[in-house]
């Protein structure tokens, strides 16, 4: 799974060290005072500088003196159930019956055979879903006001004494809940579905003749092998992210074996991750190696050398491990020559405390490019300055919750890779329903985002135009990397116009322009920044989607951060307030209008 | 204004009938009536009507859903869901799995491609490249072989469907068995590869679900387990049978076809090399032989536009060589007066040079009479010209006739060339014998016993192999220059070096080790040449000797050396001239090159007054002299080896 480290932070982190707070803080003052130019200059041109001004300001002043304040909870309650129902009547409802549609396809492109399967099918059910219901809070949210003010509905509720705050927020809120409603149910068709897709059962197929070691049949495109203890139990190998019980009982005096359900597949495993740093081969700190691949995200340290790869852990709580330190690594390996190729590349594994002077002894291990457990016990042996001695763990290396580990590779001329989600400590497990759960609320927060722009756009252009504008919105929320990406220049070929002129005149990406008229290319160079400089700000102003999704999170059984899931809820409440308040100047204006 | 309105439905409903009458003569479908009775089919299909234009056409060319492929309603939902966006959504897979694939998201990968598999089932391209993308690229990301040989299964799975959806495609098959015979074959992990496959029940099971019969006899074995090279090799045949049952390949025909002898060829070495070393390797290797036989048969298909078959290269150039005869017998007299007039015109060197015979002349020489060829060989042009008029015609067609003779003889040459049909011809013939099979065997045991630490029995086993091989390469010489000779080389090292002895001349392998000495210093000498030469000549009376092999405790042979004239003849006498210094010290024609030209030639002969015909403009007389020259060379290093016999060292 990949993580970036700026998402191991807690909330508090994420507010006051990277200042998220004062960045928000300063987008809501420049939001509100382009805000106000912006209408402030629409006004002046209608009405006057003196006369703009003051409707502007009467229009503020109505907002904190009396809309807000008496905003009512029971309107908006009354709105919100009337938008309920006309949602209801909209035939919402649909979209579970497409859901349920697809989830029964779903299995002819599923592919069981994959390594993990589980992923797959959980990453196709997150994501089927929040598809879906984003398209549903798009459609829901911009039609809605349009369709009144062109049926003049709106009149009937207007003349009421109800307030433009409330118009919105009852809309929004009537809309997050039917919403809520369908993603509940879709929610729990998901679950169903991953449950009884994944579950199966094997049967003992071989068994050798010392009545310990054997094989099961193959169901889902695998098989096991096991080994049974004395008293009869055992655990099978892992396959497919997953292992079973097995069982051996003397029935009329046979022995009966009975392979259990699978375990492991569904986790939702608790982890601490550290920060990562990296040592070159002389074991100064340094970047870490780039092996050749395109990919930047994991870095190499070379074997046979001092380099190595440090992570430093600060949350290392004695009560999250009872039994010893659990450790889950993924580690790539990377051979510059073959060498022996049945054996993996060697790794070592050292414990250090943080001030550096005591650091336990090597724990070598085979390189497995896959998830690979190790449990450090309590008491170890290891060297204080160098000097063997007898070591505990949560005395002599942890201190003050602060732990280093350090990874080197022991294979000279080959490579290890990590990056600073590789390497966690396992500190319990939680219920994967739970954290399937928080992904359902992750997706929620977006649908409420959505639903706000939509409503927000509704406020102010006809149905049609809001809902383009909403999907706008989206897209440049899903693919602002891209758009980043494109705004450095970092793809070949220029912007939108010069595309065309490209498409035109028949020239691929790679080469220049040259149309012969410098001034005819910069000319298109130049609006093409000023576009790309539109969509880019355009961009900043919308929530990125891309990072606001978890679904990794659960597909690859980690439980979803507390402090990042509280991060997303505090997004989409700033994104719920901007929006409202945007809708609401919008329909006072419109309002006054009419 | 309710006129108005019912004329513009009116012109609506009209515009809109008009535009159907064309779309329904176009896409009509084609349907079947069942106007006659069931027992009369023919009757029915009389009555059926063949559709629109584009089912017309797309019945003509074969390219209608139905013919192209298995109908598979996933892949029909996936294609009517994207509303005519099928386009956008592949581009948006395609970027999606080019990120997964840097991002070595391999799982997500492998989903996507399916996907994208279903959008654009009959995209050839898209099976072939991403198959291979599964099969080599991913592959190869793992470090642990488990999960490569994992992944090139899920490759092959990969390409079997696409052989589903396209069943008039011989390539995805072809490419089946490449992956299935080279991939797990030929790779740094074929030891493992192979191992997991033959031990791989539940993928042969799926394999028998594709319709390969891994159980029948010619997909096994040794062990009588699947072996992946024969295995692969029904996946050819499978290719083959769609190419004769009409379907088109765009392959180049020579490669095509050359699989199948080259799995079987391959399975009988691999077969060698884990330790199967008796009856079974030599009716392997005899089968690959006779299948080898069997493509050298095969009319060939040229860039040229003729057909060509590999095997009868002898019978091209005993056709050219015989078409030259006729032409010669023509103008004989006349480029007598023309050599006779040229003699004036050479220089006492060159003469000196064209009156040796080719074999004997040394590099500087044969530079000589390649330099001084326009001045006494004529163009067939030129000798026409100078004939009587009335014969001027014939020999006109004759001339013409011996340049397509030795074109097509070229051609043939050439085509060879490129699938190496000679070496795996001798290949083919050598390994089937009891003595190569005896020398590999016992070479095998020799180092099993070595690695046990019984050197007693490990070196009686190494004498014996030493004394098959020296029959092996005294039959087949150029043998001596191949991977096999390699492994030879290694384990007389191995031998040296345990029995802690040096080597002596009356060593059986002598001959070989002297050969390979100079040969791996990467030049040739004289002596180099004239040793591979002589073996050459003499190899046809020791082909016999391959059928009974030496065992451990047979009498030792007298050991068969070859005695070199420049071993003897140190002078360097040639015409009766002393040699000057350089012709003592350059000599680094290759051998191959020396002796592919006396073999290619149709009409080579060693005396001035019959010297290989050669006209001034062929391509033999154009070669660039730098070719021909000589390359520089130390004097010491060089007296070492024109003029002192190798000593018996084994190279490095």
Same mark, same amino acid.
């Given at each position: 799974?990949?993580?970036?480290?700026?998402?191991?932070?807690?909330?508090?982190?994420?507010?006051?060290?990277?200042?998220?707070?004062?960045?928000?803080?300063?987008? +809501?003052?420049?939001?509100?005072?382009?805000?106000?130019?912006?209408?402030?200059?629409?006004?002046?041109?209608?009405?006057?500088?003196?006369? %703009?001004?003051?409707?502007?300001?009467?229009?503020?002043?109505?907002?904190?003196?009396?809309?807000?304040?008496?905003?009512?909870?029971?309107?908006?309650?009354?709105?919100?159930?009337?938008?309920?129902?006309?949602?209801?009547?909209?035939?919402?409802?649909?979209?579970?019956?497409?859901?349920?549609?697809?989830?029964?396809?779903?299995?002819?492109?599923?592919?069981?055979?994959?390594?993990?399967?589980?992923?797959?099918?959980?990453?196709?059910?997150?994501?089927?879903?929040?598809?879906?219901?984003?398209?549903?809070?798009?459609?829901?949210?911009?039609?809605?006001?349009?369709?009144?003010?062109?049926?003049?509905?709106?009149?009937?509720?207007?003349?009421?004494?109800?307030?433009?705050?409330?118009?919105?927020? &009852?809309?929004?809120?009537?809309?997050?809940?039917?919403?809520?409603?369908?993603?509940?149910?879709?929610?729990?068709?998901?679950? +169903?579905?991953?449950?009884?897709?994944?579950?199966?059962?094997?049967?003992?197929?071989?068994?050798?003749?010392?009545?310990?070691?054997?094989?099961?049949?193959?169901?889902?495109?695998?098989?096991?092998?096991?080994?049974?203890?004395?008293?009869?139990?055992?655990?099978?190998?892992?396959?497919?992210?997953?292992?079973?019980?097995?069982?051996?009982?003397?029935?009329?005096?046979?022995?009966?074996?009975?392979?259990?359900?699978?375990?492991?597949?569904?986790?939702?495993? +608790?982890?601490?991750?550290?920060?990562?740093?990296?040592?070159?081969?002389?074991?100064?700190?340094?970047? &870490?190696? $780039?092996?050749?691949?395109? !990919?930047?995200?994991?870095?190499?340290?070379?074997?046979?050398?001092?380099?190595?790869?440090?992570?430093?852990?600060?949350?290392?709580?004695?009560?999250?491990?009872?039994?010893?330190?659990?450790?889950?690594?993924?580690?790539?390996?990377?051979?510059?020559?073959?060498?022996?190729?049945? /054996?993996?590349?060697?790794?070592?594994?050292?414990?250090?405390?943080?001030?550096?002077?005591?650091?336990?002894?090597?724990? =070598?291990?085979?390189?497995?490019?896959?998830?690979?457990?190790?449990?450090?016990?309590?008491?170890?042996?290891?060297?204080?300055?160098?000097?063997?001695?007898?070591?505990?763990?949560?005395?002599?290396?942890?201190?003050?919750?602060?732990?280093?580990?350090?990874?080197?590779?022991?294979? !000279?001329?080959?490579?290890?890779?990590?990056?600073?989600?590789?390497?966690?400590?396992?500190? &319990?497990?939680?219920?994967?329903?739970?954290?399937?759960?928080?992904?359902?609320?992750?997706?929620?927060?977006?649908?409420?985002?959505?639903?706000?722009?939509?409503?927000?756009?509704?406020?102010?252009?006809?149905?049609?135009?809001?809902?383009?504008?909403?999907?706008?919105?989206?897209?440049?929320?899903?693919?602002?990397?891209?758009?980043?990406?494109?705004?450095?220049?970092?793809?070949?070929?220029?912007?939108?116009?010069?595309?065309?002129?490209?498409?035109?005149?028949?020239?691929?990406?790679?080469?220049?322009?040259?149309?012969?008229?410098?001034?005819?290319?910069?000319?298109?160079?130049?609006?093409?920044?000023?576009?790309?400089?539109?969509?880019?700000?355009?961009?900043?102003?919308?929530?990125?989607?891309?990072?606001?999704?978890?679904?990794?999170?659960?597909?690859?059984?980690?439980?979803?951060?507390?402090?990042?899931?509280?991060?997303?809820?505090?997004?989409?409440?700033?994104?719920?307030?901007?929006?409202?308040?945007?809708?609401?100047?919008?329909?006072?204006?419109?309002?006054?209008?009419? | 204004?309710?006129?108005?309105?019912?004329?513009?439905?009116?012109?609506?409903?009209?515009?809109?009938?008009?535009?159907?009458?064309?779309?329904?003569?176009?896409?009509?479908?084609?349907?079947?009536?069942?106007?006659? =009775?069931?027992?009369?089919?023919?009757?029915?299909?009389?009555?059926?009507?063949?559709?629109?234009?584009?089912?017309?056409?797309?019945?003509?060319?074969?390219?209608?859903?139905?013919?192209?492929?298995?109908?598979?309603?996933?892949?029909?939902?996936?294609?009517?869901?994207?509303?005519?966006?099928?386009?956008?959504?592949?581009?948006?897979?395609?970027?999606? !799995?080019?990120?997964?694939?840097?991002?070595?998201?391999?799982?997500?990968?492998?989903?996507?491609?399916?996907?994208?598999?279903?959008?654009?089932?009959?995209?050839?391209?898209?099976?072939?490249?991403?198959?291979?993308?599964?099969?080599?690229?991913?592959?190869?990301?793992?470090?642990?072989?488990?999960?490569?040989?994992?992944?090139?299964?899920?490759?092959?799975?990969?390409?079997?469907?696409?052989?589903?959806?396209?069943?008039?495609?011989?390539?995805?098959?072809?490419?089946? %068995?490449?992956?299935?015979?080279?991939?797990?074959?030929? =790779?740094?992990?074929?030891?493992?590869?192979?191992?997991?496959?033959?031990?791989?029940?539940?993928?042969?099971?799926?394999?028998?679900?594709?319709?390969?019969?891994?159980?029948?006899?010619?997909?096994?074995?040794?062990?009588?387990?699947?072996?992946?090279?024969?295995?692969?090799?029904?996946?050819?045949?499978?290719?083959?049978?769609?190419?004769?049952?009409?379907?088109?390949?765009?392959?180049?025909?020579?490669?095509?076809?050359?699989?199948?002898?080259?799995?079987?060829?391959?399975?009988?070495?691999?077969?060698?090399?884990?330790?199967?070393?008796?009856?079974?390797?030599?009716?392997?290797?005899?089968?690959?032989?006779?299948?080898?036989?069997?493509?050298?048969?095969?009319?060939?298909?040229?860039?040229?536009?003729?057909?060509?078959?590999?095997?009868?290269?002898?019978?091209?150039?005993?056709?050219?060589?015989?078409? /030259?005869?006729?032409?010669?017998?023509?103008?004989?007299?006349?480029?007598?007066?023309?050599?006779?007039?040229?003699?004036?015109?050479?220089?006492?060197?060159?003469?000196?040079?064209?009156?040796?015979?080719?074999?004997?002349?040394?590099?500087?020489?044969?530079?000589?009479?390649?330099?001084?060829?326009?001045?006494?060989?004529?163009?067939?042009?030129?000798?026409?010209?100078?004939?009587?008029?009335?014969?001027?015609?014939?020999?006109?067609?004759?001339?013409?006739?011996?340049?397509?003779?030795?074109?097509?003889?070229?051609?043939?040459?050439?085509?060879?060339?490129?699938?190496?049909?000679?070496?795996?011809?001798?290949?083919?013939?050598?390994?089937?014998?009891?003595?190569?099979?005896?020398?590999?065997?016992?070479?095998?045991?020799?180092?099993?016993?070595?690695?046990?630490?019984?050197?007693?029995?490990?070196?009686?086993?190494?004498?014996?192999?030493?004394?098959?091989?020296?029959?092996?390469?005294?039959?087949?010489?150029?043998?001596?220059?191949?991977?096999?000779?390699?492994?030879?080389?290694?384990?007389?090292?191995?031998?040296?070096?345990?029995?802690?002895?040096?080597?002596?001349?009356?060593?059986?392998?002598?001959?070989?080790?002297?050969?390979?000495?100079?040969?791996?210093?990467?030049?040739?000498?004289?002596?180099?040449?004239?040793?591979?030469?002589?073996?050459?000549?003499?190899?046809?009376?020791?082909?016999?000797?391959?059928?009974?092999?030496?065992?451990?405790?047979?009498?030792?042979?007298?050991?068969?050396?070859?005695?070199?004239? =420049?071993?003897?003849?140190?002078?360097?006498?040639?015409?009766?001239?002393?040699?000057?210094?350089?012709?003592?010290?350059?000599?680094?024609?290759?051998?191959?090159?020396?002796?592919?030209?006396?073999?290619? $030639?149709?009409?080579?002969?060693?005396?001035?007054?019959?010297?290989?015909?050669?006209?001034?403009?062929?391509?033999?007389?154009?070669?660039?002299?730098?070719?021909?020259?000589?390359?520089?060379?130390?004097?010491?290093?060089?007296?070492?080896?024109?003029?002192?016999?190798?000593?018996?060292?084994?190279?490095?």
């Amino acid at each position: 799974m990949r993580l970036e480290p700026n998402q191991f932070w807690s909330l508090s982190e994420w507010l006051f060290r990277e200042g998220s707070l004062l960045y928000g803080a300063a987008l +809501v003052i420049t939001m509100a005072a382009f805000g106000f130019f912006v209408c402030y200059v629409v006004a002046m041109v209608r009405q006057g500088p003196g006369e %703009g001004f003051f409707s502007i300001a009467k229009v503020i002043y109505d907002l904190f003196r009396t809309d807000l304040p008496k905003t009512s909870l029971s309107r908006i309650w009354a709105i919100a159930k009337l938008a309920f129902l006309e949602a209801i009547r909209r035939k919402v409802l649909a979209v579970i019956g497409i859901f349920i549609v697809g989830i029964l396809f779903a299995g002819w492109f599923l592919d069981k055979s994959a390594d993990d399967p589980a992923k797959l099918y959980i990453s196709f059910v997150l994501t089927a879903t929040n598809y879906l219901i984003l398209l549903l809070g798009l459609f829901l949210s911009a039609f809605s006001i349009p369709a009144d003010i062109k049926n003049r509905t709106i009149y009937t509720i207007v003349t009421k004494p109800v307030r433009p705050t409330e118009i919105v927020l &009852g809309r929004v809120v009537g809309f997050s809940l039917i919403g809520s409603v369908v993603l509940a149910v879709l929610g729990l068709l998901s679950y +169903v579905f991953v449950v009884r897709g994944l579950n199966h059962s094997h049967e003992v197929a071989t068994i050798g003749s010392d009545g310990r070691n054997g094989v099961t049949d193959v169901a889902g495109a695998h098989s096991h092998n096991f080994r049974l203890n004395e008293d009869g139990k055992g655990v099978t190998d892992e396959s497919k992210g997953h292992q079973h019980t097995v069982t051996a009982t003397k029935v009329n005096g046979e022995t009966v074996f009975k392979v259990g359900p699978p375990i492991g597949n569904l986790s939702a495993r +608790v982890p601490v991750y550290g920060s990562l740093t990296y040592t070159d081969r002389n074991g100064v700190v340094g970047e &870490g190696l $780039n092996v050749g691949y395109m !990919s930047e995200y994991r870095k190499f340290i070379a074997g046979g050398s001092l380099s190595s790869a440090i992570w430093n852990f600060e949350n290392v709580n004695e009560s999250d491990f009872p039994d010893g330190l659990e450790i889950e690594m993924n580690i790539e390996a990377f051979r510059t020559y073959k060498g022996d190729i049945v /054996t993996p590349v060697r790794g070592t594994l050292i414990l250090r405390s943080p001030d550096e002077t005591v650091e336990s002894e090597r724990v =070598s291990f085979l390189v497995k490019e896959s998830l690979d457990r190790k449990v450090i016990p309590l008491k170890l042996s290891g060297f204080r300055l160098n000097k063997p001695e007898k070591l505990e763990l949560f005395k002599d290396l942890v201190v003050d919750g602060r732990m280093q580990i350090i990874i080197r590779c022991e294979d !000279s001329q080959q490579y290890l890779g990590m990056a600073a989600a590789d390497l966690a400590l396992r500190a &319990g497990e939680k219920s994967f329903a739970w954290n399937f759960f928080k992904g359902y609320v992750s997706i929620w927060l977006q649908m409420v985002i959505v639903i706000c722009f939509g409503v927000m756009y509704s406020t102010f252009l006809s149905g049609p135009v809001a809902m383009v504008a909403t999907l706008a919105s989206l897209v440049l929320g899903f693919f602002g990397a891209n758009i980043d990406t494109f705004f450095n220049s970092q793809y070949n070929g220029g912007g939108p116009v010069e595309a065309v002129v490209r498409i035109l005149t028949q020239k691929g990406t790679m080469i220049d322009l040259d149309l012969g008229n410098q001034t005819l290319e910069q000319t298109i160079r130049t609006i093409d920044y000023g576009l790309m400089s539109g969509v880019s700000t355009l961009k900043s102003a919308v929530p990125d989607f891309g990072r606001l999704g978890t679904s990794d999170f659960i597909a690859y059984g980690v439980d979803l951060f507390d402090g990042l899931l509280a991060r997303h809820l505090l997004i989409a409440l700033g994104y719920f307030i901007m929006t409202t308040i945007i809708g609401y100047f919008f329909l006072k204006t419109r309002e006054m209008a009419a | 204004m309710n006129t108005k309105a019912l004329y513009r439905k009116a012109a609506y409903i009209c515009g809109i009938v008009a535009l159907l009458l064309p779309l329904f003569l176009l896409g009509q479908p084609p349907t079947v009536k069942s106007t006659g =009775s069931s027992a009369e089919p023919s009757a029915s299909a009389s009555a059926s009507s063949s559709g629109g234009l584009l089912s017309q056409i797309r019945d003509r060319y074969d390219i209608g859903q139905a013919s192209l492929g298995q109908l598979d309603p996933a892949s029909e939902t996936m294609r009517l869901a994207t509303l005519g966006l099928r386009g956008v959504a592949a581009t948006i897979l395609w970027q999606k !799995s080019d990120y997964y694939k840097t991002e070595k998201y391999y799982d997500r990968l492998s989903a996507t491609l399916n996907q994208l598999a279903l959008l654009q089932p009959h995209f050839v391209s898209v099976w072939d490249s991403q198959a291979h993308n599964l099969a080599y690229n991913v592959s190869v990301e793992f470090d642990d072989y488990r999960e490569r040989y994992a992944w090139v299964k899920k490759g092959i799975d990969y390409l079997v469907t696409g052989t589903k959806f396209n069943r008039r495609q011989p390539i995805l098959q072809w490419h089946l %068995g490449k992956y299935m015979t080279q991939k797990l074959g030929r =790779s740094d992990e074929k030891r493992q590869f192979r191992e997991l496959f033959r031990n791989d029940d539940e993928y042969h099971q799926k394999l028998v679900g594709y319709g390969l019969d891994v159980e029948s006899a010619d997909a096994r074995g040794p062990d009588r387990k699947p072996d992946n090279w024969l295995v692969g090799r029904l996946w050819f045949l499978k290719a083959y049978d769609l190419v004769r049952a009409g379907a088109y390949c765009k392959k180049n025909p020579l490669y095509f076809y050359a699989e199948n002898p080259y799995a079987l060829m391959y399975s009988a070495e691999a077969m060698e090399e884990e330790g199967t070393l008796d009856d079974k390797a030599m009716f392997a290797w005899s089968r690959a032989s006779n299948e080898w036989d069997a493509y050298g048969a095969l009319d060939i298909m040229t860039s040229w536009g003729h057909t060509v078959q590999l095997g009868k290269y002898d019978v091209a150039l005993q056709v050219a060589k015989d078409a /030259t005869a006729k032409f010669d017998a023509l103008v004989s007299d006349v480029r007598k007066e023309v050599i006779a007039n040229s003699k004036d015109k050479l220089t006492e060197d060159e003469f000196a040079a064209v009156n040796l015979p080719p074999s004997e002349r040394t590099p500087e020489q044969q530079y000589l009479v390649d330099a001084s060829l326009y001045k006494y060989m004529p163009a067939k042009t030129v000798l026409i010209q100078m004939l009587p008029k009335e014969k001027r015609t014939e020999a006109l067609a004759l001339a013409s006739d011996v340049d397509s003779k030795e074109e097509y003889a070229t051609h043939v040459g050439k085509y060879r060339d490129q699938c190496n049909y000679e070496y795996w011809e001798m290949r083919g013939r050598l390994e089937q014998k009891p003595t190569t099979v005896a020398a590999r065997r016992q070479m095998y045991e020799a180092d099993q016993f070595l690695a046990k630490g019984d050197l007693d029995k490990s070196m009686k086993l190494y004498e014996a192999a030493w004394q098959n091989w020296a029959r092996v390469f005294r039959a087949y010489p150029k043998m001596m220059t191949e991977e096999s000779a390699d492994e030879v080389l290694k384990a007389i090292k191995r031998y040296g070096k345990a029995a802690d002895i040096s080597l002596e001349d009356s060593f059986a392998l002598s001959d070989f080790l002297k050969y390979r000495t100079i040969r791996d210093r990467n030049k040739m000498s004289e002596v180099g040449n004239e040793l591979f030469e002589t073996m050459l000549k003499e190899s046809p009376k020791h082909k016999d000797s391959l059928d009974s092999p030496y065992q451990v405790g047979d009498a030792v042979p007298e050991p068969v050396i070859v005695q070199l004239r =420049s071993e003897s003849e140190v002078v360097g006498k040639t015409d009766g001239k002393p040699k000057s210094a350089s012709t003592q010290t350059n000599e680094t024609v290759p051998t191959q090159a020396k002796a592919s030209r006396a073999d290619r $030639n149709p009409a080579s002969n060693e005396s001035f007054e019959n010297v290989e015909f050669v006209t001034p403009d062929s391509p033999r007389a154009m070669q660039p002299l730098a070719n021909l020259a000589p390359a520089t060379e130390s004097a010491e290093s060089s007296e070492s080896a024109t003029t002192r016999p190798p000593t018996l060292v084994v190279p490095e």
